[in-house]
């Protein structure tokens, strides 16, 4: 018992000093040590054995990812090409349309490759606008970005190359495309859900102004309601000579797509992975372990060709900022990296501890009355939830029971694509607890607060959540995979 409070306890106090404010990267092995001491693990063994070890693969493994992403995006927001999608998708939809315009803008550079926090940064300045011109209060803009940028086409939308969406590829052997019913069905139940709880926040934001301007609660020189900060320098309708037309901004986002699509369904099928294992006489390759790494080739390389057409597509603008591009990009990557990582450590801190092999017992003792896919999926939004990081809770779940999940599901005839699609979907879900590293930059970018905004993106995250189980229950009914 007191070994279960250590991990609640631990996993409570981590989650309040993010919600004030303080780094994760700190206050994570802080944690995971308090948590070791209630269960009687000695200290520094823990620290030096358990925490960073796991820290430092995960680092090993994913920094690539979070790298060749964050350099995209810089290179896609140096070139000019991010501004001209969000100002083209949002002038063509106008304020009327607000929240719809900044949920479609980060989508299409999410899907396209952008890093989910390049994306923030990339639209904040014209959503930010785009929201002043409507009239909508400031506190909603978290929940409209996360929501085009954190769900949908994160995980679910086949093909998307953020890492969420790359992880389960080398525990079930699929490829970014697995389950493309049950995923296009999901985004479109997440995007449409999530833009009318917004759609609703909005009105009765708009309804309770209306009221405390008609009951003369506010002074004539009133600041109006969206006005936390100064108003936004950028405008929507003035025209930027220097950036590209909105058809070859696009371009290298569809380079990232399509070149991930050639090279994982068309050209690595057809190596011979075991020739390529011994073509070394000085070194020799695990031919399995190439085969489970051949997915993560093809997004590695496909995100450096779209860098490369991102910096060649303005080189006029780009001139001389390429390495401003590259090292934001590095540094950018590092905190992702560093918080998710530490996140991890954290996470599989708590999964050594007597307390968490209890909570553990007990999700994978749900077999009785359930299926594979609604046990990984409540396995991976409870552990993405411990860590605060998706792609990290996900590899912990992944880690201890993909075996099992896979020979489970074989017996139930269910595809791994399917287990591929509810890991990855599962895993947007409870990630987004006030720990998570992209919710603090999130809401560091925008200038607000946990207690400001953080209400409507956890609102997203219970869509998100319910979203996973809704097609899992449909699937039992009509097979989706």
């Not at 371009?251 to 099928?269: R, S, W």
Request: hydrophobic fraction near 55%; glycine fraction near 8%.
């Amino acid at each position: 018992m007191i070994a279960t409070f250590g991990v609640l306890i631990g996993l409570g106090l981590l989650m309040w000093m993010a919600y004030r404010g303080y780094s994760v990267i700190f206050f994570a092995p802080v944690f995971a040590l308090l948590a070791a001491a209630f269960s009687g693990l000695p200290l520094l063994p823990t620290y030096t054995e358990i925490f960073l070890p796991n820290l430092a693969n995960y680092v090993k493994t994913f920094f690539p990812f979070f790298l060749l992403g964050a350099v995209f995006g810089k290179a896609m927001e140096v070139s000019g090409s991010a501004e001209s999608i969000a100002r083209t998708v949002m002038r063509a939809l106008g304020a009327k349309r607000a929240i719809l315009a900044v949920v479609l803008s980060c989508a299409v550079l999410t899907y396209g490759g952008v890093s989910l926090f390049v994306v923030a940064f990339a639209v904040y300045p014209f959503a930010d606008s785009l929201f002043r011109e409507a009239g909508i209060p400031k506190r909603l803009l978290p929940g409209t970005i996360a929501l085009g940028a954190f769900t949908f086409t994160m995980d679910a939308l086949p093909g998307s190359p953020q890492i969420q969406n790359a992880i389960p590829m080398r525990f079930f052997g699929t490829d970014l495309y697995a389950a493309p019913l049950f995923g296009t069905l999901g985004a479109i139940l997440v995007f449409v859900s999530g833009l009318y709880y917004l759609e609703r926040q909005r009105k009765k934001a708009a309804i309770a102004c209306l009221r405390r301007v008609s009951r003369a609660e506010l002074p004539q020189d009133a600041a109006p309601p969206h006005s936390e900060q100064p108003a936004s320098a950028v405008s929507l309708t003035t025209a930027t000579a220097d950036v590209p037309h909105p058809a070859l901004a696009a371009l290298p986002l569809a380079i990232v797509v399509g070149l991930t699509l050639l090279l994982q369904k068309i050209v690595f099928p057809r190596i011979n992975l075991a020739a390529l294992a011994s073509s070394s006489a000085a070194v020799k390759f695990d031919p399995h372990a190439l085969e489970s790494a051949v997915n993560n080739w093809a997004l590695i390389i496909a995100v450096a060709a779209g860098i490369i057409a991102a910096i060649l597509l303005n080189p006029r603008r780009v001139k001389g900022g390429v390495a401003l591009a590259i090292n934001a990009g590095v540094t950018g990557a590092l905190l992702a990296v560093m918080n998710t990582a530490s996140e991890v450590g954290f996470g599989n801190v708590i999964k050594t501890l007597p307390g968490f092999q209890s909570i553990a017992n007990a999700l994978m003792g749900m077999r009785a009355g359930s299926g594979p896919l609604f046990s990984e999926a409540i396995t991976v939004n409870v552990l993405a939830g411990v860590t605060g990081s998706a792609s990290g809770g996900m590899s912990i779940a992944l880690d201890a029971f993909g075996k099992d999940y896979l020979s489970w599901a074989a017996s139930a005839g269910i595809s791994p694509g399917l287990l591929h699609r509810v890991a990855a979907m599962a895993s947007g879900g409870m990630d987004t607890l006030p720990h998570n590293g992209a919710v603090i930059t999130l809401l560091a970018i925008t200038g607000l607060t946990h207690r400001e905004s953080y209400k409507d993106i956890f609102a997203i995250t219970l869509i998100k959540t319910a979203a996973v189980f809704a097609l899992i229950a449909l699937n039992s009914v009509v097979p989706l995979g």
